[in-house]
């Protein structure tokens, strides 16, 4: 039984030499659920990070919460695997939205906006961007 798994990153691995160690640490996942890995796909994301489609080949049928568990587990968005573990609980045919248009960025709050941490990781990021970029 053929699969593709649909893996959002909020960066991608390949940015700071990673690519090599992410995708044996996949094969090290698969190998651990009896999936059988034949192909890897990953492409820059237009906003940020990078999109991954892991073709696999497996004998037994997964369940959805076994393929929701499985993306977060080949590192996709942590926060995205929560909301599909909510979507396959509540019954919601269509659960692994991925890729789609960004509507609404929800601004931080104020004390967010002040928070040390939150500004260096801001001024890093953006810092990264321009380096990229020149």
């Known amino acids: 039984m053929k699969r593709v798994f649909k893996i959002d990153m909020d960066f991608s691995p390949d ?9 044996k640490a996949i094969r090290a996942v698969a190998k651990a659920f009896r999936l059988r890995i034949t192909n890897v796909i990953v492409q820059k994301s237009p906003r940020r990070g990078a999109h991954a489609w892991i073709h696999v ?16 587990l080949f590192g996709g968005d942590q926060t995205r695997a929560r909301l599909n573990a909510l979507r396959i609980k509540r019954g ?3 659960w692994s939205v991925l890729f789609s248009k960004v509507l609404y960025v929800k ?3 104020k004390f967010c906006q002040r928070c040390r941490l939150r500004r260096t990781v801001t001024s890093l990021m953006e810092e990264e961007e321009c380096t990229k970029s020149s």
């Open 15 to 23: 940015r700071y030499g990673w690519m090599k160690g992410w995708k």
């Open 92 to 94: 919601i045919p269509h």
């Open 107 to 109: 601004p931080p709050r």
């Open 57 to 72: 080949e497996t004998e037994k049928l997964l369940s959805d919460m076994e393929v929701a568990m499985l993306e977060w």
